[in-house]
């Protein structure tokens, strides 16, 4: 058995969600964290981005473009050293405009990248590349998947089964930009299994129909706001390789929060599990 976990949106920035201040809220998500590999370890953690709120100019949310003062380093400072020692690696979200020089020098990680991992290919997408720098308010500017990236990297690592993951894939009903391109790259290509993606503050499953070759997005939920409490606490998802089974679910640390002045409290769980391969 071998496993990887995956999260996003966590936001640390001065709002204050169910009554937990973010650096509080942080460090509860350390805790979640350490105490997950603890129960079982898994090989590396990929976060799909949002970190921040630096680009927003509204108080109190922004901070980069307001006063200088970037969340995402302190994200790094405060956050990544205290979570368990594997390897890392994280691409933008929409709150991240930081040019690829900015986000490296930050984060030491490309607004992209490819990792091989055994016979798989986790290919990670920065769909949010628009309008980097800004200096104005900015909510990111979504860019399609650069299907010749993909294809590159798939014939440099021949044989090996392939995820994307990407901030978010506008290719669902209601939200469908993508390319033909990128439509057409699912429809053919048996060895993209799925697609794995943050920024809806959910974590669902959602199947892009025939036009997308019928692959879907798995959604990974929160640890931040999220659009529905009652569903999707606080978590991670994970990403599970057994006995030739692939398989995924998202998994909700235990948590006492506030909800609507109501303390709500979580025993912890797993849900929108899904058998891959
Ligand atoms: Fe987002």
Known sequence: MSRILMASDLHHCEMVWYDVHSEDRMQRMIKAFNDEYEKEPYDMLLLLGDYSLDFWVFKPYGSFLNRGLSYTMKFMREVVPNLPKVPIYMIAGNHEQYSNANWKWITGCERRMTIPYGDNLFIMLDNFGGNLDPTENSDGTYTP???????????????????????????????????????????????????????THLSNIINLGEKYGNKCVIYDGAFSYTRDIEHTRWGFRELRFEDGKVTTAYLTPPSDIKINGELSHHDGGSQDEMVLI
Request: hydrophobic share 45%; glycine share 4%.
């Open 145 to 199: 998947v650069d299907v010749n990236y993909v294809r590159e990297q798939m014939a440099a690592y021949p044989n090996t089964n392939v995820f994307l993951f990407a901030h978010d894939f506008y290719a669902r009903p209601g939200a469908d930009i993508e390319t033909e391109e990128f439509a057409q790259l699912l429809r053919e290509e048996p060895r993209i299994i799925t697609m794995f993606a943050g920024h």
